[in-house]
């Protein structure tokens, strides 16, 4: 039985220890071991300080964060408990990795804890859990497709042929519409939009299937690239340099509206309600515009000097935005606030990869490489 003093010179020690242990990272591992809360136990030898022999010194557990490890630990990268999953870890910061293989991927979508993402090889779209394939995951219809979107629980493909309708994870669909040349895809609540190699865009309701047919919306010379849909308003790229163009929702057989542009534009978003567009001008002097209200509103723009930028991903109601820009081996990039030449440079988070699509949760950036699939960076 130790002695009062002895149990007093132990209760001090402990005491000066944790306190010690709070000061540095890992604080709460160090002290609950001290503490007696940890599973693991060794035994001193006899006469080792103020421990009598056969006394409880508590270890820490194997995987336990190790604070002077975190610029290299992928389980506790930067931080005790900041997962890499699958990625490296470099500096403390996490490192990309590929999350779903493919020779290539035309667009990535991430919608109710699921990435949907189209190969550019004719193999069919797939869905996979945000966790990764292994954990869920599938093919969406047996052909190849353009383009698609997912609007509550739906996913809309298109080939170039036709719009197919998909219950979400559902591999077997039905076609609601039949047109030539269909390129790219969006969807609200209501109806299903699509536009063409031609230039026509063309619009289908959700509550009979496209049973009633599709109505063309507009027409415009040039292949459709990209399109999306706000509460009125339709806009969409084409891949010449006739800019952004927008026509209403309700329109038909309408000529849109189309911005003056002095360069090509890349790709088009709504995001909060807020029209996000891409324009590539050359060697930095390539763009991302943020319009409210339409090309017809207060034009703004965020970001200047990139190269080639496109696949635009907003969040925090349009103060973080995430792009690929094809400069050489091309790079994935983040801009918080504003960011040009003149300051406020943006972040290169990924190097040596060409992409045209970016998509983003609270917590990673997925994106498609341009020959290795569907990448995930754990933010």
Known sequence: ????????????????????????????????AILDNEARTLRPP???????????VVAPVDGACDPAKT?????????????????????????????ASAAGVDRVVVSGGLVFF????????????????????????TVGANDLA???????????????AYDVRASSGEVWAAVQKIKTITADAANVYFATSFGDVFTCARADKCAGGAARVAFFDGAATSIAVDDARLYWTTSDAGGVHEVAKSARDAGPSTSGLDGVAR?????????????????????????????????????????????????????????????????????????????????????????????????????????????????
């Not at 006899?46 to 409880?56: C, L, N, S």
């Not at 504003?338 to 406020?344: F, K, Q, V």
């Open 267 to 379: 790709s088009v978003v709504v995001s909060g309600g807020v029209l996000y567009y891409a324009i590539g001008g050359g060697f930095y002097n390539g763009r991302i515009t943020r319009a409210p209200g339409g090309l017809a509103g207060n034009l703004d723009t965020p970001i200047r000097d990139a190269i080639e930028p496109q696949g635009i991903a907003v969040e925090d109601d349009g103060g973080v935005i995430y792009y690929a820009e094809q400069k050489s081996a091309g790079s994935i990039r983040r801009c918080a606030g504003r960011c040009s030449a003149e300051g406020g440079a943006p972040t290169r988070i990924a190097e040596a990869q060409q992409a045209r699509t970016v998509a983003t949760t609270p917590s990673a950036i997925f994106w498609g490489n341009a020959s290795l699939g569907v990448m995930k960076l754990v933010k």
């Open 71 to 99: 610029s290299s630990d992928p389980r506790n990268c930067g931080s005790c408990g900041h997962d890499c999953e699958k990625g490296g870890c470099q500096a403390g910061v996490c490192q990309p990795y590929v999350f």
């Open 1 to 32: 039985m130790p002695t009062m003093g002895r149990r007093l010179s132990r209760a001090v020690v402990t005491l000066c220890m944790c306190a010690t242990c709070a000061a540095t990272a890992g604080a709460f591992v160090a002290c609950n």
């Open 118 to 141: 189209v190969p550019t090889t004719g193999a069919p779209p797939r869905w996979c859990d945000v966790r990764g394939c292994d954990v869920a995951g599938g093919d969406i219809g």
């Open 46 to 56: 006899a006469g080792d300080g103020d421990a009598p022999p056969g006394d409880d």
């Open 150 to 164: 997912v609007e509550g629980n739906k996913v809309f493909v298109a080939t170039g042929g036709d719009v197919s």
